[in-house]
Each structure stands twice: as structure tokens, then as C-alpha cells.
């Protein structure tokens, strides 16, 4: 059978068919399918082994899509979702080597594009320079054991870390080299975060489909003496990435 035995729908009782379904796949991709490289059964296979509409399994299917236990490969089919990697980007300020390493994954990083240009005014504003002013403008995608994960575009003042273009950026710590060149420590960082939807540019860099979620945010770094030394913007593929908030109350 499909989606092993003694499974079937109760037309009898008022749970609707598509959630009764979820449950069942749910089940299924628990307990019985387990391989990520192959997909599971079709909509036109579950709605044959079930004697139900297409449109009632694809309401099931997409909510397990969204709650991420499912995930759709254009051309290919339905799959089982990775587990996705849980990250302490909110919660401390490091690189991103060193929290995939500490997560148990080999990083990569692969450079797209490094260059000195004039800021426009926002980046002007965020990093506390006058519209114009040089700065170095790396175009980066990440991985964690060769996965892409993040794609990030990031400004850095030309005058705080002259020499960075010459060093080998897909092996060093980005931030280990501003503070060797700059004399300081980096100290905090502000972020903001969005969900918004892939373009048709980064879903080919992330390898996910042009349309998915993904989790963006703006980082503002900043050296011990307060000056801001990194602007960066960074896409998450949705699927592969969750990130933990801790929240403390003021006690009086």
C-alpha cells in the first residue's frame, strides 16, 4: 500500500477529509518514509488510494508544506523537509563559520562579487558616512556542508579596512580582519527581521523556487568605540533555517 496499512478516512464524523488526511501523511512521513532524496506518493496517487478530489489532497499537502514538514521540487515532486538548522543569529553575535561549526556543519563560503563603490544614501546614513563616501561591497553565498543557506550582500567602510579586498575572503573570518585592520573589537550588532519572498535571482542561488519564503534581515555591526563598521543584508532559505529568540522580563 502507499501509505501503509489500516489507513482510511471517516466520512462520518465532522473533522474535514483534507485534516484527516494531513494526520495520516503526517504519520506516514514519521514513521514509514524517511528517505529526503525521494519524494512521496503523487496528489493523483493519494486521491486514487483514498477516493477523494485532488484539490481536498492538496489542501493537506500544502499545509504540512507550510508548517515544514513537506517541501515541493518544481519538475520533481513532494519531499520530506531536512530538519531545519537552528541558529543563534539573534542571540550572540559571531561569524557564521563558527555557529555552523558549532552546529556540527562544514561552512563554505563562495564569493560572487567584491568591489569598492560610492554609498547612496542609505547605506551612507546606516553607516554613519557622507553620501558618496568609498566602500567595499561584498556579494557572498553560504553554505553549511555544501548546502547553500544564505545569500548576503555587505558594505563596509573603505576607511575603517582599506586592505580587506586582499585578503582570501572565502577563508577568513570576516570579522577577524576588520578588527586586525581597524585595532578594535567588534562589539554589538542591531537586526531587524522580515519574511518576504525569493526573487528569481537568489531562489537560483538558494536553490529553492522563485516565490518561497525566505527570512531577510538588516544588520548594523559596530566596533567597541561605537563606529559602524558592517551593513548587511542577508536572505535565509526558509526551509533550512529557524532562529531562536530569548526574551527576559524586567523584574523590579
Same mark, same amino acid.
Not at 503526517?26 to 532524496?37: G, N, P, Q, R, S
Not at 477523494?52 to 523537509?81: C, D, H, W
Given at each position: ?11 462520518? $464524523? ?7 488526511? *494531513?494526520?495520516?501523511l ?12 525521494q ?11 483514498f ?36 541558529q543563534d ?13 558549532? *552546529?556540527g556543519f ?6 560572487l ?14 553607516? *554613519?558616512l ?5 566602500v $567595499? ?11 547553500? $543557506?544564505?545569500?548576503? $550582500? ?6 575603517i ?6 585578503h ?14 581597524s ?13 518576504i ?41 526558509s ?14
Open positions: 500500500m502507499l501509505l501503509g496499512e489500516n489507513k482510511s478516512l471517516n466520512r462520518n $464524523i465532522p473533522i474535514p477529509l483534507y485534516y484527516q488526511l *494531513k494526520m495520516i503526517l504519520d506516514y512521513i514519521k514513521e514509514e518514509h524517511h528517505d529526503v532524496e519524494p512521496i506518493p503523487t496528489e493523483v496517487e493519494i486521491s486514487e488510494y477516493g477523494i478530489s485532488r484539490p481536498t489532497v492538496r489542501q493537506a499537502i500544502n499545509e504540512l508544506v507550510v508548517e515544514g514538514y513537506l517541501r515541493r521540487v518544481k519538475a520533481k515532486g513532494t519531499f520530506i523537509s531536512k530538519p531545519k538548522i537552528t543569529f539573534l542571540l550572540t553575535l559571531d561569524s557564521f563559520n563558527n555557529e555552523m561549526r558549532k *552546529k562544514v561552512p563554505s563560503t563562495k564569493i562579487q567584491k568591489e569598492i563603490i560610492k554609498c547612496d544614501e542609505k547605506v551612507a546614513d546606516t553607516l *554613519k557622507e553620501t558618496g563616501a568609498d $567595499i561591497k561584498l556579494t557572498r553565498l553560504r553554505f553549511a556542508d555544501n548546502e547553500p $543557506i544564505v545569500f548576503v $550582500i555587505t558594505y563596509i567602510p573603505y576607511k579596512c582599506p586592505a580587506l579586498l586582499e582570501d575572503l572565502e577563508n577568513e573570518s570576516l570579522y577577524e580582519i576588520i578588527e586586525k585592520e585595532g578594535k573589537l567588534i562589539s554589538n550588532a542591531v537586526r531587524s527581521l522580515e519574511c519572498i525569493a526573487g528569481e535571482y537568489e531562489a537560483k542561488l538558494l536553490n529553492i523556487e522563485k516565490g518561497a519564503p525566505v527570512q531577510y534581515f538588516e544588520s548594523i555591526v559596530s566596533l567597541e568605540d561605537g563606529t559602524p563598521v558592517e551593513y548587511s543584508l542577508a536572505k535565509y532559505r526551509d533550512r533555517s529557524k532562529f531562536t529568540f530569548e526574551l527576559k522580563r524586567h523584574l523590579r
